[in-house]
């Protein structure tokens, strides 16, 4: 950005907002142009130093982050927020909430530790997500016509999508959805999967990149508003169709056959692309268990984790589907299936679910 990511800190512990400031103050393109106690002490902060992002703390007196966001949200003030958030069930609801009021992220306290050791955590943890933030507030700024010259080169060059293959319309409907989706995925899937059928002819896996407490928090959030079921998946959970299953945090999951029936198992297998559960991990073995019938879908999130299984699912016939750079809040994890021209087609989060159905339901290509 040509002007430092401005950025304010809230916190009721004198400890974090040091941590917090000392993370922020290594990195060269971000000012932090204050701190605050409580929600109450940041609104009156914000006033006076105008920030482009909070870093706020969920429970604080007065105010908590979650008031602050609906406070900030009724105002239409332009302001990004990354909650910091403790491992705890109350902690993973609010943060969900967080979420579905626009915050663009979350990042875990660590329980215990030295300062030393608790900066370097929150560091490893933080500095990816703020620079991402960045990036997206550039990107926003190019698609709204700020600057039309630069966007040609700032934004990805796309090769058009190749024609589905022949094969395909022998290859049958898709039988299992595979979903991958990172930073932005809960309002995300909170705005796609309602819009799938209670008839669905297919189950739906995903993997969202979250820690445990927070993925059940999830199912339990989405299962209140969907018309599929929606749970987190347990081991040896059958894979039936008007099922939605999502990976728990801090597992591996995958779906192996068993005689006529597809199982999820739920492992302790190492972290794939620093990431447990991972969308390669769970789309390598839809791409051997399911071949032509899986229908992977890549979504928003940072990193490149699913790519080698975005491969994995095309190699064996399978179909892939890609959220598009627009709509994404962080156009990292599609944009390399993407730009490899491996992918059956790209739509806005607002036209996926149609694109799903339209595989699920019928044999037909989807629509560019």
Same mark, same amino acid.
């Given at each position: 950005?040509?002007?430092? /990511?401005? @950025? $304010? @800190?809230?916190?009721?512990?004198?400890?974090?907002?040091?941590?917090?400031?000392?993370?922020?103050?290594?990195?060269?393109?971000?000012?932090?142009?204050?701190?605050?106690?409580?929600?109450?002490?940041?609104?009156?902060?914000? %006033?006076?130093?105008?920030?482009?992002?909070?870093?706020?703390?969920?429970?604080?007196?007065?105010?908590?982050?979650?008031?602050?966001?609906?406070?900030?949200?009724?105002? !239409?003030?332009?302001?990004?927020?990354?909650?910091?958030?403790? /491992?705890?069930?109350?902690?993973?609801?609010?943060?969900?909430?967080?979420? +579905?009021?626009?915050?663009?992220?979350?990042?875990?306290?660590?329980?215990?530790?030295?300062?030393?050791?608790?900066? &370097?955590?929150? &560091?490893?943890?933080?500095?990816? &997500?703020?620079?991402?933030?960045? #990036?997206?507030?550039?990107?926003?700024?190019?698609? #709204?016509?700020?600057?039309?010259?630069?966007? +040609?080169?700032?934004?990805?060059?796309?090769?058009?999508?190749?024609?589905?293959?022949?094969?395909?319309?022998?290859?049958? #409907? +898709?039988?299992?959805?595979?979903?991958?989706?990172?930073?932005?995925?809960?309002?995300?899937?909170?705005?796609?999967?309602?819009? $799938?059928?209670?008839?669905?002819?297919?189950?739906? $896996?995903?993997?969202?990149?979250?820690?445990?407490?927070?993925?059940?928090?999830?199912? %339990?959030?989405?299962?209140?508003?969907?018309?599929? #079921?929606?749970?987190?998946?347990?081991?040896?959970?059958?894979? %039936?169709?008007?099922?939605?299953?999502?990976?728990?945090?801090?597992?591996?999951?995958?779906?192996?056959?068993?005689?006529?029936?597809?199982?999820? &198992?739920?492992?302790?297998?190492?972290?794939?692309?620093?990431?447990?559960?991972?969308?390669?991990? /769970?789309?390598?073995?839809?791409?051997? @268990?399911?071949?032509?019938?899986?229908?992977?879908?890549?979504?928003? !999130?940072?990193?490149?984790?699913?790519?080698? !299984?975005?491969?994995?699912?095309?190699?064996? !016939?399978?179909?892939?589907?890609?959220?598009?750079?627009?709509?994404?809040? @962080?156009?990292?994890?599609?944009? %390399?299936?993407?730009?490899?021209?491996?992918?059956?087609?790209?739509?806005? /989060?607002?036209?996926?679910?149609?694109?799903?159905?339209?595989?699920?339901?019928?044999?037909?290509?989807?629509?560019?």
């Amino acid at each position: 950005m040509a002007q430092k /990511l401005r @950025v $304010l @800190v809230v916190d009721d512990t004198i400890t974090y907002r040091k941590i917090v400031s000392s993370v922020l103050a290594e990195m060269p393109a971000v000012e932090v142009v204050g701190t605050a106690a409580n929600g109450k002490i940041a609104l009156e902060k914000i %006033e006076q130093t105008k920030p482009d992002l909070l870093l706020t703390d969920l429970e604080m007196p007065e105010m908590d982050g979650l008031e602050l966001l609906r406070r900030i949200k009724a105002s !239409g003030l332009p302001i990004g927020a990354i909650v910091l958030s403790s /491992l705890t069930t109350r902690d993973s609801q609010s943060t969900l909430d967080c979420l +579905a009021l626009g915050a663009f992220d979350f990042v875990l306290k660590p329980s215990g530790g030295s300062f030393e050791e608790n900066l &370097r955590r929150i &560091r490893e943890e933080l500095a990816p &997500r703020v620079e991402a933030f960045a #990036r997206q507030l550039e990107v926003r700024a190019l698609l #709204r016509g700020v600057s039309q010259r630069s966007t +040609a080169s700032a934004l990805p060059s796309l090769p058009p999508t190749p024609p589905a293959q022949s094969a395909k319309t022998t290859a049958g #409907r +898709a039988e299992v959805v595979a979903i991958g989706i990172s930073t932005g995925g809960p309002a995300a899937l909170g705005e796609m999967l309602p819009r $799938l059928p209670a008839d669905l002819h297919a189950a739906v $896996l995903i993997v969202q990149h979250m820690p445990p407490v927070f993925t059940r928090s999830l199912a %339990e959030d989405l299962d209140r508003k969907c018309r599929l #079921r929606v749970r987190e998946a347990q081991d040896r959970d059958i894979v %039936e169709k008007g099922n939605i299953f999502i990976a728990p945090g801090g597992k591996q999951m995958k779906v192996c056959r068993e005689g006529a029936r597809c199982v999820i &198992r739920i492992t302790d297998d190492p972290p794939v692309n620093s990431c447990r559960p991972s969308v390669d991990y /769970l789309f390598h073995s839809v791409a051997e @268990v399911y071949g032509p019938r899986a229908l992977g879908v890549i979504m928003t !999130g940072m990193g490149n984790d699913g790519a080698s !299984g975005c491969r994995a699912i095309k190699s064996r !016939g399978g179909w892939l589907l890609a959220q598009d750079a627009a709509s994404c809040v @962080v156009f990292g994890m599609p944009r %390399e299936p993407i730009q490899e021209g491996i992918v059956d087609g790209i739509a806005p /989060l607002n036209r996926l679910d149609q694109e799903v159905v339209r595989l699920v339901e019928k044999d037909l290509a989807p629509c560019m």
